[in-house]
């Protein structure tokens, strides 16, 4: 089976820095592999996604960055802003498997 | 406006009672499935379905049941035979498209067991 992780389970940066939030997958079968935000009390909202047949993929703000050889994906935030501030999961699947499986968080929090 | 609804947001349950969590989606989406978070950890699956009339069990399905007799609704149960029901239930839903989609998730149910 599928096992994510990620690396600290907080973080805490400036405001208007960037931030990298790490996560590792287990299954070298993995193909989709995508970032959620969850503010408090609220369900998880996607910010972006990637496919294995990339490495790079660049959304508002946001960068995720997929390393398949050492099974490694990454969220950059750029110029982080107070909204920012939530709980930050990744999640993996493969093609055909049609079950998602999630990281742990880290909650990230922007210091004005 | 398409989405994913969950029903209600707070729930209060006696010890020993079932209670069952509404799923609603106007998405048109083929499976759904219902998550638990407890505080500070991640998302672990309970039940998923990929269509109507069919459903899985996830990583964590004992003391919960569910059913799929409509398209758009997967709702939850929680048993009586669930040790530790208190926790932050999530539903979501995705349109089953090749390679891996994303899932859309309601706001979620908070559940208290008192």
């Known amino acids: 089976g599928e096992s994510v992780g990620l690396h600290l389970p907080t973080l805490s940066v400036q405001e208007g820095d960037n931030s990298i939030i790490n996560c590792a997958y287990s299954n070298s079968a993995s193909d989709y592999f995508i970032w959620y935000k969850q503010e408090s009390g609220k369900g998880p909202q996607f910010i972006i996604d990637i496919r294995s047949n990339m490495d790079k993929r660049q959304g508002q703000r946001v960068t995720v960055l997929l390393n398949k050889t050492v099974k490694h994906l990454s969220l950059q935030i750029a110029a982080t802003q107070p909204g920012d501030s939530a709980v930050y999961f990744c999640a993996a699947t493969n093609f055909g498997n049609e079950k998602l499986t999630f990281g742990t968080g880290t909650r990230l929090t922007i210091i004005p | 406006d398409g989405g994913i609804t969950q029903s209600p947001k707070y729930l209060f349950r006696k010890e020993g009672q079932n209670v069952t969590l509404s799923c609603e989606q106007n998405?048109?989406?083929?499976?759904m499935y219902w998550y638990r978070q407890d505080p500070g950890q991640g998302l672990r699956l309970i039940y998923y379905?990929?269509?109507?009339?069919?459903?899985q069990k996830g990583d964590i399905a004992e003391g919960y049941s569910v059913s799929r007799e409509k398209k758009e609704s997967f709702p939850l149960t929680v048993t009586s035979a669930q040790k530790n029901p208190t926790a932050f239930y999530l539903c979501a839903s995705s349109p089953r498209t090749q390679g891996g989609t994303e899932a859309f998730f309601g706001q979620g149910t908070r559940l208290t067991v008192v």
């Open positions: 998405l048109n989406h083929d499976a």
């Open positions: 379905s990929q269509i109507v009339n069919d459903f």
